[in-house]
């Protein structure tokens, strides 16, 4: 009895071992399968992270040399702009050397022209040396006049502190005199539109 028992048990593990082996054989090919294929994913997978990795190091270089050309150029507009700034007011100082080169010589020959003048309203009518003087006042204004200097025009008008200077006041000969300039002391001139000497004048109050 218990050898049949015993034959039995043996038939029964046979069986069993035969209906899990090709699960095993199916599981062993994946496995192998599996094993065959794993090299080249891990290459692939290898190769996907270095392409990553050398993107981002791309990406990062990218962006320090965008930093960089930022830099740079807002470095050069400044350098540029200096440089304007310099060429405009070098440019503008040498126009002004240009026009007002000989302002403290012209500035010297006011008082000569002055002297002129006062002594022409002393002299007396046909006088030959009044008639010289004149000649040479005249060609020494016409001189002056190319270099820029022009005569102010203030007797009249209304009193102006950006160009005349008051050194007395009278009273006014009628309400609309009141603030004009009465009468001209001393000549006042201009050089290229800018003032040169201010006119001293006596203001109707």
Do not use: C, W
Request: a negative charge; proline letters at 3%.
């Amino acid at each position: 009895m218990e050898q049949k028992d015993n034959e039995k048990f043996v038939e029964e593990q046979d069986t069993i071992q035969k209906e899990d082996s090709p699960k095993d054989e199916n599981t062993a090919e994946a496995q192998a399968e599996h094993e065959a294929e794993s090299p080249e994913d891990n290459s692939r997978r290898g190769r996907k992270k270095r392409v990553e990795r050398h993107n981002e190091e791309l990406n990062a270089k990218v962006e320090e040399m965008g930093h960089k050309l930022a830099e740079m150029n807002d470095k050069y507009m400044r350098i540029y702009s200096e440089y304007e700034n310099y060429r405009k007011r070098t440019s503008a100082e040498k126009a002004s050397l240009i026009l007002n080169g000989g302002k403290d010589v012209i500035k010297l020959m006011l008082p000569i022209i002055d002297d002129m003048e006062r002594a022409l309203e002393n002299m007396a009518e046909g006088d030959a040396a009044k008639e010289g003087m004149q000649l040479i006042l005249k060609n020494m204004m016409n001189a002056l006049q190319q270099k820029g200097l022009k005569p102010m025009d203030a007797k009249g008008l209304k009193f102006d502190e950006n160009f005349h200077e008051a050194i007395t006041q009278i009273p006014a000969p009628t309400p609309e005199a009141k603030g004009t300039v009465i009468d001209v002391v001393k000549k006042g001139y201009f050089l290229n539109d800018e003032v040169l000497r201010f006119a001293q004048v006596v203001v109707a109050n």
